[in-house]
C-alpha cells in the first residue's frame, strides 16, 4: 500500500467530506465569527453556507435564526457548552460547542456540533426497535428450544406450558416418570419429550404397549430368551427390549394392562439392574430409565390387587398428569391448525377450517381426544369439508331414516322407526351400545373394551368398521 501524504488531503476536499455529515458543524472565531459551516447547519436555519460565513453568532441570535447561541456562551464561558436552542425553521436542536483556547488562554475557535432532536428520537426508536426485535428472537428462540425440543409437540395452552416446563426440570435427572392421562392425549409424545430433552438422549427410546402384546408373550418381549427355550423360538435366541434399550429410556405404555405375572419379574429388575433371559441362567445388567403411562386408575387397581402395590410405588415417583384435550380449548386450535397443514400438505389440498368449525370443534368434548382429532382433520381434508360430527348436537351423526329407536317396557325390546334387513338392524344397534359404553367410561377405551368383554383391538376394529358404512352413506 502506497503512503498517504498530506498532499492527498487538502482542506477542500475535507469541507466537502464533511457535507455528507449527518449533524450540523459550525466552525467559530474567537470574536463569534461564523467561518464555516456545512450543507446541513445552513439548511438547520434556513440559509445559504455562503450567507452564514461572514456573519456573528451573536448577529444570528438577534436575527432570530435561533433563540440561543450556544457558541456565544461557550466563548463567555472558555468551556464546553451543552444545551439546546430551538431554529428559525422550527427545529429543535441540541447542541455542543467545544472551544479551542490558543497558548495564552484566549479563544482560537469554537467547534458547534448540533443535531434535530426529532432525528435523534428516530435513530433513538429504531435503536431501541432493533433491541426488541433481538430480544424477541431471543425469547422465540429459547421458547423454541424450551417447549419445541420435540418436533411432535404443538400446543398452545396455558396449563401445557407449565406441564412442559416440569417435564424439563426432570428430563435431565434418571428418575422415573408416571404419566397420567385419557386415552390419544399423547402420552407418548410427553414420554420421548422428556427422553429428547435427558442426557440419554443420543440413545434408544423404545416404547412398549403393553396392551398390544399378548401375555404369553410378553416376557419373552421384555427380557428376551435363548435359542430353543420354547416352542417357535428364534433358532439364534433373542435380546430383549430391556437389552436393547441399554443406556437409553423404557416407555411402559398402558401400563395398567400388565398381567400380574409380569409385575413382580418387571419390579426385580427395576429393583436389580440386571435381566435374565427365559432358558438362560446367566444375568445382564443393564441400566435403563423408566417412564411410564396409563390412562387407568393404578391407586384403584391397587386396592382390588388387579397391580402390585409395592411396583406402583417404585413406578410412580413423579406423577404427571397430562388434562384431556377437551380441558384445554386452546390447543383444540393449534393442534387443528397443525394437523390442517400437515394433512393438504400430503393430499394436495388448500382446505381451510372456518371460524363456525373451529367453534363447534371447541365445543365437542372430543372423547378419544388428539388421535381423534388428527382423524376428524384428516378426513375433512379428504372429504374437501364434510364433519363427521353433527355440528347441532355436538355428537356423532346419525341417520334418522336408519337409526332403530329402541324401547324397554320392561319386558321387551322394541325397535321402531326403521325397515331393512335383520343384519343391518343388529350391526347399528351394536354399535349405538358400544358408543354408550365409551361415554359412560368417558372415552377411556381399554375401560370400554372391559366393559364389553373384547380386546381393544376388536373395539377399534368395529368402530372403523362402522365409519366406513356411515363414510359410504354420506
Not at 14 to 25: M, P, R, T, V, W
Not at 129 to 138: A, G, R, V, Y
Not at 307 to 326: A, G, M, Q, S, T
Request: with cysteine; proline share 3%; charged share 30%.
Amino acid at each position: 500500500m502506497g503512503k498517504i501524504t498530506k498532499k492527498d488531503f487538502n482542506g477542500e476536499e475535507l469541507k466537502e467530506l464533511l457535507n455528507y455529515y449527518y449533524g450540523n458543524i459550525f466552525i467559530i472565531d474567537g470574536n463569534g465569527v461564523n467561518i464555516y459551516a456545512n450543507e446541513s447547519a445552513a439548511k438547520s436555519v434556513g440559509l445559504t453556507v455562503d450567507e452564514i460565513i461572514g456573519t456573528t453568532c451573536f448577529e444570528m441570535q438577534k436575527e432570530g435564526y435561533y433563540d440561543r447561541s450556544v457558541a456565544a456562551e461557550a466563548i463567555e464561558k472558555k468551556k464546553q457548552v451543552v444545551s439546546s436552542y430551538k431554529t428559525k425553521t422550527g427545529l429543535n436542536v441540541i447542541c455542543c460547542a467545544n472551544p479551542i483556547l490558543d497558548e495564552k488562554g484566549e479563544i482560537k475557535r469554537v467547534i458547534v456540533y448540533s443535531q434535530d432532536i426529532s432525528l435523534l428520537k428516530s435513530v433513538m426508536k429504531e435503536i431501541e426497535d432493533e433491541k426488541l426485535k433481538t430480544k424477541n428472537i431471543q425469547q422465540t428462540l429459547s421458547y423454541i428450544q424450551e417447549k419445541m425440543a420435540c418436533q411432535n409437540i404443538v400446543s398452545a395452552s396455558e396449563v401445557m406450558d407449565d406441564l412442559f416446563k416440569i417435564l424439563l426440570n426432570i428430563a435431565p435427572t434418571d428418575s422415573t416418570v408416571m404419566i397420567y392421562g385419557e386415552s390419544g392425549t399423547g402420552k407418548e409424545v410427553l414420554a420421548n419429550f422428556v427422553h429428547q430433552n435427558s442426557l440419554r438422549h443420543d440413545k434408544p427410546f423404545i416404547p412398549i404397549n403393553c396392551a398390544a402384546i399378548p401375555a404369553e408373550l410378553m416376557e419373552a418381549e421384555f427380557f428376551g430368551y435363548e435359542k430353543g427355550a420354547f416352542t417357535g423360538a428364534n433358532r439364534e435366541g433373542k435380546a430383549g427390549l430391556f437389552e436393547m434399550a441399554d443406556n437409553g429410556t423404557i416407555f411402559l405404555d398402558e401400563l395398567g394392562e400388565m398381567p400380574l405375572s409380569l409385575q413382580s419379574k418387571l419390579l426385580r429388575v427395576l429393583e436389580s439392574g440386571e435381566v435374565k433371559r427365559i432358558g438362560s441362567s446367566k444375568t445382564i445388567k443393564t441400566n435403563v430409565r423408566i417412564i411410564a403411562a396409563t390412562n387407568r386408575n393404578l391407586n384403584k387397581m391397587v386396592e382390588e390387587n388387579t397391580f402390585r402395590e409395592d411396583l406402583y410405588y417404585r413406578l410412580n415417583v413423579i406423577p404427571v398428569k397430562i388434562p384431556p384435550l377437551r380441558e384445554r380449548p386452546e390447543d383444540i386450535e393449534a393442534l387443528s391448525e397443525h394437523f390442517l397443514r400437515e394433512y393438504n400438505r400430503k393430499y394436495g389440498r388448500n382446505i381451510t377450517l372456518s371460524y363456525d368449525v373451529m367453534k363447534q370443534f371447541k365445543k365437542y368434548p372430543w372423547p378419544g381426544n388428539i388421535r381423534e382429532l388428527r382423524n376428524e382433520i384428516e378426513r375433512y381434508v379428504i372429504t374437501e369439508g364434510k364433519l363427521r360430527f353433527d355440528m347441532e348436537t355436538d355428537s356423532l351423526p346419525e341417520k334418522k331414516s336408519n337409526t332403530p329407536e329402541m324401547i324397554d317396557d320392561g319386558r321387551n325390546i322394541v325397535f321402531k322407526g326403521y325397515i331393512g334387513p335383520l343384519k343391518d338392524v343388529m350391526s347399528r344397534y351394536e354399535m349405538e351400545y358400544i358408543k354408550s359404553v365409551i361415554k359412560e367410561c368417558g372415552g377411556v377405551m381399554t375401560e370400554a373394551a372391559k366393559r364389553l368383554g373384547i380386546h381393544r383391538s376388536a373395539l377399534y376394529k368395529k368402530i372403523e368398521k362402522f365409519d366406513e358404512i356411515e363414510n359410504k352413506q354420506l
